[in-house]
Structures are given as C-alpha cells and as structure tokens.
C-alpha cells in the first residue's frame, strides 16, 4: 500500500445494541464484547478493504492453519474516556510497531498503519458509549492476526485475516499474588518467539502456571531458560524490583516482551527522580536483599492491570515474604501513569491520542 493512499472502510452498523443488557459494574475481564469487530483479511500478497460489522461467530474451514500451525499473534490495549466524554488511546504506535515485529517473527504480513489506528480509531468512535468515564472503567481493544489459509500443509499460510474486538472493563484487582520462581519451565528461549506477542507463549505457560495454582501461588516468575538465574517476567507481565529507593527491571532481549507499560513506567520514574537501573537481575540477588531487608517491592507491569504488586515469592521451597510498604512505589506509579491515561494529569510525554 502506497504510503498517501487512503484507506476506505467498509461500515455495516448493528440494527440495535445490546448495550441495555450489560452489567457495567459486574464485568468479568475480557468476557463481554461490543457490538461491532473489524476484520480486514490478506490474500494473494495484499490487503483488501477493512469491515466493521456487527460482532458475530466466524465460519472457518477445520484445515485453516492458525488451527494446525499456530500462526496467531495479537495485541492488548485500552481506551479511556476523560471527563468531557472525549476518548483517548496510550501510545498506540507502540502496539502497532510491536504487532508488526510479531507478525514478521511468525512469518505473517505486516498491517499498516492505516488498518491498523484509522481502523480502531473508526471502531472505537462507533462503539463511544461502551467506553465508560470514571477512573478503573476502560475499553480494553483485542487486535489479533490469524492464518487462515486452507490446508494441512507445514508452512506459512498464504491468506490472514486481522480484527480488532473491544471488550469494556473494570478495574483488574488481583488481591495478593504470591508467586513462584521457574526453576525449570521457561516461558521463551533464546532464538525462540517471547519477544513476539504471539498466541503459542501463552499456551507454553498455562501449564506450568496450574502447577505453581495448585501450590498456592498465583504466578510463575519466569528466568532465564539456559540458568534460570535471572529474573525476566512475571506471568504475562514485565517485573520490577525495588531495593532501597532504586527500581531494578531486566533489559527487553529475545525472551522478554517489550511491554508498553514497562516503558512507560522508566519513563515516568525517571521523571519523579527515581533511580531505574536496566540490567539483568539475579535471583541470588533477590534473596539476599530480600533477607537483608532492603528488597521492598516486586510488581508486575502490564496493560491489563497496570501494576500489580506481588506479597512474596517462593524459591527452592522457601517462601519469602516482602514487607508491607506505607507508601509503596508501585501505588504511586500507577497512579501517576492512569492520571496520564485518564487526562486527569498533563501528559508531559504526548503519549496520549485523542480518537
Ligand atoms: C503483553 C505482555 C506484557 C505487557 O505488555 P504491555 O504492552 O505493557 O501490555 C508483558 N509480558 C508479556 C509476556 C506480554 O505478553
């Protein structure tokens, strides 16, 4: 696609909305849906026009490869509304950057930018009144990108089709989560697929993730997969230690996402005069500042609950317990970070895109 081609959409609006029915203070994460999707699909080495169409079941043939193949990658997002009923997306090039370093990495097409911010920028004005004023409230925004092409043949599908879904949500409160430390699953390797944000990761860690359930943890920390001596992610999300006064965080490498919420969250300590040092971080270390008292906060970043402050962690069946901080770094981050989303606070940055 040329670059001052302008795409056209293709708009078929819902007769009626099933907005009346929705519970807006009881919404479990990502389970209801709007009334309208986007697909745009990609066959004979192009993009056709993109759809919003009422939301609705897709009819797929059983040897499409996504099923076979696993070629799926997708995005995670969230629109907010200010106070002037005005709806704002965070650093949405971010996401379409990394959609399309996933897309290469899984040996699928890239999007442009044009499908990918006109189109959810389009879908998200149509389905306004789903996204919710009030801190907490937002509309979390499902880009993916499946294969679709016929065949049970071991190589790249031919045909794709990307949507976008929007789901509205609540505030993600996850009450303590005491977590375990991988000493054996991996959650990517070197020269592998953790840096994309693709289906299969996913799928790679729910099992090791029911076995640190059953143990009484909620989340697996995930190391390194050739020592597993350092600390790299926390479930689905980027992880930061506190020691003293200083934030601790892994640098991004082929094992480990680069996570918007990560980078914002550099940033905005940088701002407050935090000291953030980017480096790998040990376990070794991890304990020893945990028993000399100076570790004070572990937390993980991620878009769907900002931030999310772990209570202890397990290592070699001992458990470690972090102390209980009056004012944690972490409140106070995610807090500074949503009054930026939320238009409650300047956006020194220009991250935030008035839709
Ligand atoms: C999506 C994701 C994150 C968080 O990225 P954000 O852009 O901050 O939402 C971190 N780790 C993994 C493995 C992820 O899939």
């Known amino acids: 696609m040329s670059e001052n081609q302008t795409q056209s959409f293709i708009i078929n609006r819902a007769a009626t909305s099933k907005i009346e029915n929705i519970d807006f203070e009881n919404l479990p994460f990502g389970s209801v849906f709007t009334d309208h999707m986007l697909y745009c699909d990609y066959k004979s080495g192009e993009w056709g026009t993109p759809v919003i169409k009422p939301y609705e ?33 965070f650093r949405p090039d971010q996401n379409l950057t990394r959609f399309n370093k996933s897309a290469v990495r899984l040996a699928m097409p890239e999007i442009p930018e044009e499908v990918f911010i006109e189109g959810l920028k389009q879908l998200i004005n149509i389905d306004k009144a789903w996204v919710k004023k009030g801190k907490g409230n937002s509309l979390y925004l499902r880009p993916f990108m499946i294969a679709t092409g016929h065949g049970v043949i071991a190589a790249p599908s031919g045909q794709y089709r990307f949507m976008i879904i929007l789901s509205p949500s609540k505030a993600y409160y996850q009450g303590d989560v005491k977590v375990l430390i991988a000493e054996h699953y991996s959650r990517a390797a070197n020269g592998g697929i953790g840096a994309a944000k693709a289906a299969a990761n996913y799928s790679a860690q729910f099992y090791p993730t029911l076995l640190a359930n059953k143990q009484g943890y909620q989340q697996v920390i995930w190391t390194d997969d050739a020592t597993h001596t350092k600390l790299e992610e926390a479930g689905t999300m980027n992880i930061f230690f506190r020691i003293n006064d200083t934030l601790y965080t892994a640098p991004t490498s082929e094992r480990i996402l680069d996570g918007v919420t990560r980078k914002s969250i550099i940033d905005l300590a940088k701002r407050e005069n935090i000291t953030v040092e980017v480096r790998p971080v040990l376990v070794d270390e991890i304990i020893e500042a945990s028993k000399n008292g100076s570790l004070k906060e572990i937390f993980g970043a991620g878009t769907a609950a900002v ?46 895109i008035k839709i």
């Open 57 to 89: 079941p897709l009819t797929m043939d059983p040897s499409s490869r996504v099923f076979h193949y696993g070629q799926a990658i997708f995005e995670g997002m969230k629109a907010y509304k200010d106070e002037n009923d005005d709806v704002w997306l």
């Open 307 to 352: 931030i999310n402050p772990i209570t202890g962690f397990s290592y070699q069946d001992t458990y470690y317990e972090l102390p209980r901080q009056d004012n944690p770094m972490a409140l106070d981050l995610k807090n500074k970070l949503t009054d930026i989303q939320y238009k409650l606070a300047e956006d020194t940055f220009g991250w935030t």
